[in-house]
């Protein structure tokens, strides 16, 4: 290719300005959303599976209810120390 | 329960309510990919000078919008599919409980073993402990045991009320004349509270559900207290 002409600029382009900055920011679009949704996948989505997960895999039933009974959260069984204190 | 300002959903205590909060993340990824691609083009379309005075069709361009939506509907509507009849499984359901709204209580039945039946009542201002929830807390619960597979019938005395606990995933119509089935199993032992969730009078505001879920063997000894001839005065039950 000739060496341009000192003192010529590229020609610019004439046409389909419109339809080439369409293009080219709807490519851009659609990469920003997917990494965005990506992102929230990553961030939140998954996260969220895995602290389920964690949660249930080592979940006893018992150690959690003697702890919330001593908390006083059930009606059905009362903590032992107020049963203790209604026999006092 | 919910707390404060709290704008998602409830932690899950069954494995239905686990499934409907992952569908709900999956929707959202859907609405977060649409919102962008949205905003960014309304961004650079009102932002950009150019203008095509011939623009009068794309067929490409209009078959990608109309294909692509269809896809991303295929999308949502296959796991959603999917979990609303998982809702309705029922496996072998190992107790069956009876829920009756009234206008302004529930009542519940527990006939499969015993011949247990109690009103639960909210418990008013006054009578509400250090802790207790305003407008949640009832003076008989409704106990269950974890880790069970239980069916709840429900239904109506008079006008139409609606069993509601969001932690379980559970809202069922309780109408008059009609016995509507839900399937229950808790995954951890706790109180599960919820609310009336049809308009049904003056109190429906006033009428909360209140779930234990506790061990088997403390459900077994709950049922043997409430059967105790002791105790029947106390509770208000009928036999």
């Known amino acids: ?77 009362r903590p032992s120390w107020e049963q203790a204190a209604e026999e006092d | 329960m919910a707390t404060p300002a709290q704008l998602g959903l409830m932690d899950a205590a069954s494995p239905v309510m686990e499934e409907m909060i992952y569908f709900h993340d999956h929707v959202m990824l859907v609405l977060i990919l649409i919102t962008c691609l949205i905003f960014y083009s309304m961004l650079v379309l009102i932002s950009s000078k150019y203008i095509y005075r011939f623009l009068t069709d794309g067929h490409v361009i209009e078959t990608v919008w109309t294909v692509i939506p269809a896809i991303i509907l295929v999308v949502v509507a296959l796991p959603s599919l ?64 974890v880790d069970t597979s239980v069916r709840v019938l429900v239904t109506a005395a008079d006008v139409i009320h609606s069993w509601t606990v969001p932690s379980l995933g559970l809202k069922m119509d309780a109408v008059p004349g009609r016995l509507n089935q839900l399937a229950l199993q808790c995954s951890r032992v706790g109180t599960f509270y919820g609310q009336c969730s049809e308009i049904c009078g003056a109190n429906h505001s ?13 459900f077994e000894g709950w049922c043997d207290m409430m059967l105790d001839e002791e105790s029947l005065g106390s509770l208000n039950m009928k036999r």
């Open chain 1, 1 to 77: 290719m000739a060496d341009v002409p000192a003192g010529r600029l590229p020609k610019p382009q004439m046409r389909g300005l419109l339809i080439s900055h369409l293009k080219r920011h709807g490519a851009i679009a659609l990469v920003f959303s997917m990494g965005v949704t990506l992102a929230y996948k990553l961030a939140v989505a998954d996260p969220r599976k895995r602290h389920y997960e964690e949660f249930y895999k080592n979940y006893d039933v018992k150690r959690e209810f003697e702890a919330m009974k001593e908390a006083g959260i059930f009606n059905c069984a």
């Open chain 2, 82 to 145: 999917k979990l609303l009849y998982l809702t309705d499984e029922l496996d072998n359901p190992q107790l069956t409980i009876k829920s009756v709204g009234h206008q302004w209580y529930w009542s519940y039945e527990y006939t499969d073993y015993y011949d247990i039946e109690f009103d639960s009542y909210m418990l008013p201002l006054g009578d509400l402990s250090k802790g207790d929830a305003r407008l949640l807390e009832v003076d008989n619960r409704v106990v269950l045991p």
């Open chain 2, 206 to 218: 006033f009428m909360p559900i209140v779930i234990e879920a506790v061990p088997v063997e403390v």
